[in-house]
């Protein structure tokens, strides 16, 4: 599975940027796709995750209520509406997917995800 993530760019506290993730190859192994980020200095952190068969959602409680996590199975794409972005949103955003049968959601570190793509730099400065 090869993951593509777009959409990045720099935004002013309270704008909305949305990201999207494009999946190929084999993508019929993907069981649930998160986005995750990671700031200069610190650790990954997941933000939001979404079972591709269910649609069951999941999100890091830093973003409830000002992201959204949604999938396209035609267009095998997820998406990422971040509305109300706030200066700690700045990092850089990666999709990455599971394969069947881990653990719902997976490691907050995205330790058991298996396919990563390579990131979007989201910047929220004033």
């Known amino acids: 599975v090869q993951l593509a993530e777009s959409g990045g760019g720099l935004v002013q506290p309270g704008e909305s940027l949305k990201l999207t993730c494009r999946l190929s190859?084999?993508?019929?192994?993907?069981?649930?796709i998160g986005w995750f980020r990671q700031a200069p200095g610190k650790e990954r952190e997941r933000v939001s995750v979404?079972?591709?068969?269910?649609?069951?959602?999941y999100y890091e409680d830093s973003v409830k209520g000002r992201f959204t996590i949604s999938a396209d199975n035609n267009q095998n794409e997820v998406y990422l509406q971040m509305n109300n972005l706030k200066l700690e949103d700045t990092a850089v955003y990666y999709c990455?997917?599971?394969?069947?049968?881990?653990?719902?959601?997976?490691?907050?570190?995205?330790?058991?995800?298996?396919?990563w793509g390579q990131g979007t730099q989201v910047t929220v400065s004033s």
């Open positions: 990455a997917a599971q394969r069947p049968f881990r653990p719902w959601p997976g490691a907050k570190d995205g330790n058991d995800y298996d396919w």
């Open positions: 190859g084999n993508t019929a192994m993907r069981y649930a």
């Open positions: 979404i079972r591709w068969n269910f649609g069951s959602t």
